[in-house]
């Protein structure tokens, strides 16, 4: 049997608003690394086959301010910070469990002409 290697990591985000039009960079920390896990070839009905993912243990909460907003606009941005990782469940409830979803550095008004 291997071993697990989901740790703590730091990234950069990519943050938008629609109101505000304007993405903005943000470093934070993240988990990431394997977790040992495996698929039966002969499948039991009786015994669930849960896959583990590295995921967050503890997360706290910071928030920024979208620079560029119109006057009117919620120009506040909150976003989470992990504090401690483990090898568990991918909660869909808070997290992106896909395979491939649109990446931390997607801006969706990088293509917007003026």
């Given at each position: 049997?291997c071993?697990n290697?989901?740790?703590?990591?730091?990234?950069?985000?990519?943050?938008?608003k629609?109101?505000?039009?304007?993405c903005?960079?943000?470093?934070?920390?993240?988990c990431?690394g394997?977790c040992?896990?495996?698929?039966l070839?002969?499948?039991d009905?009786?015994?669930?086959?849960?896959?583990?993912?590295?995921t967050?243990?503890?997360?706290?909460?910071?928030?920024?301010r979208?620079?560029?907003?119109?006057?009117?606009a919620d120009?506040?941005?909150?976003?989470?910070?992990?504090?401690?990782?483990h090898?568990?469940k991918?909660?869909?409830?808070?997290?992106d469990?896909?395979?491939?979803?649109?990446?931390?550095?997607?801006?969706?008004?990088?293509?917007i002409?003026?």
């Open positions: 049997m071993c290697s989901c740790e703590l990591t730091n990234i950069t985000i990519t943050v938008e629609e109101e505000c039009r304007f903005l960079s943000i470093n934070t920390t993240w990431a394997y040992y896990t495996r698929d070839v002969y499948k009905p009786t015994r669930r086959n849960t896959q583990k993912a590295c967050f243990k503890e997360l706290v909460y910071e928030t920024v979208v620079p560029g907003c119109a006057h009117h120009s506040v941005y909150t976003y989470p910070i992990a504090t401690e990782c090898c568990g991918c909660n869909r409830d808070s997290t469990c896909t395979v491939q979803g649109l990446g931390p550095s997607y801006c969706s008004f990088s293509e002409k003026e």
